[in-house]
């Protein structure tokens, strides 16, 4: 098996793949604990993660979002490795170099990182992302989605992968396929999150159905759809929208825990 992915709960995934690991998004909060979302704002965690932090494997990285508690929460800050490299916006990775995490790394969009292995390389490109709309996105903490490109040691691409991030459809996400005609696999955030009972800040199932027909990838997996109370878009909304665009057959739904294959341009389902 060249890689796996592992869906922990939340948008907290597990990826490995020729000889990398990597973290999305890390949060290990349990079952009716908070996630503190600034303003005095926080949300109730509403199932346990399938993983516990300390029974995870040693990280080459881990992919961080944005700065907000059900994505990077006290029990990452206290209990991660601080020599942990940690891809994430210019504005979280000042934060976390403040915490400790010395090696974080803040891109803007388009910019790139790469990791080094004895396998081949990882590079993580961050794209656009849209946490909420009009004026109130300058109140959340800034956001990228990521282009994650594993590469053999001759530097050709044997598997691509993007992750949303927390985002909102919006024409500033056009860009991605264009630059990213090629998606082999797509994590796709969700869960019609809304602040204060209105405010809509994460795709719904209607805007992710749209989502999946941009990018267009050969496969994706939802997250972040049923952890928290402040989630107002079940799975099964997403699910419907899918099958009325005629993406069914694209869509592979994981369990907290359920791991699947991945093998050079594909998920195995």
Known sequence: MRGSLQFIGNATTLIRYNGFTLLTDPNFLHRGQRAY???????????????EIEDLPPLDAVLLSHMHGDHWDRVARRSLDKDTPIVTTTAAAGRLRRQGFGRSVGLRNWQQHELRGPGGTVKITAVPAKHAPGPAEALLP??????????????????????????????????????????????????GTKLLGTLLVTMDGEQGAAWVDLINPHAVVPVHFDDYSVFSSPLD???????????????VYLDRGETRELAPHHLVR
């Open 142 to 191: 800034p956001v990228i989605g990521t282009v994650v490109e594993f590469c053999n040691r001759d530097e050709r691409v044997e598997l691509r992968l993007h992750i949303s991030g927390d985002t909102l459809l919006d024409r500033r996400l056009d860009a991605i396929p264009r630059r990213f005609p090629e998606i082999d696999l797509a994590i796709v955030h969700l869960g």
């Open 237 to 251: 909304d997403f699910r419907h929208h899918i099958e009325q665009a005629g993406l069914a057959d694209r869509v």
């Open 37 to 51: 979302l600034g303003y005095g704002l926080s949300s109730r965690r509403l199932a346990d993660p399938a993983v």
